[in-house]
Nanobody
């Protein structure tokens, strides 16, 4: 079994920064891609960012481009999301996800096989 554990959420003022991390543990696991999604109260889970392990291609939702950066630490088997210039509308529970196999579209929840428990990010205005 593979476990994903997120950390780094919290409360920050608008314009501030947070860095989320996701650590993978458990049985030997080689991801094809890892991503971040978020879910605000009363809303569906939405794609934020993803990175393919094969060619390091990154993907972002339009509203976070230029503000968020997804990165991978091979040695620590973690993926991080650096979030800058945060806005109140970024407030949500953020989930880390991992895909075992290549999927053409990494911006949908169905592309992923494993999920973390989520970490709360709250941006005050």
């Amino acid at each position: 079994q593979v476990q994903l554990v997120e950390s780094g959420g919290g409360l920050v003022q608008a314009g501030g920064s947070l860095r989320l991390s996701c650590a993978a543990s458990g049985r030997t696991f080689s991801a094809a891609a890892m991503g971040w999604f978020r879910q605000a109260p009363g809303k569906e889970r939405e794609f934020v960012a993803a990175k393919r392990w094969t060619d390091a291609t990154t993907y972002y939702r339009d509203s976070v481009k230029g503000r968020f950066t997804i990165s991978r630490d091979n040695a620590k088997n973690t993926v991080s999301l650096q979030m800058n210039s945060l806005l109140p509308e970024d407030t949500a529970v953020y989930f880390c996800a991992a895909a075992r196999y290549y999927r053409p579209n990494v911006a949908v929840t169905t592309a992923y096989d494993y999920w973390g428990q989520g970490t709360q990010v709250t941006v005050s205005s």
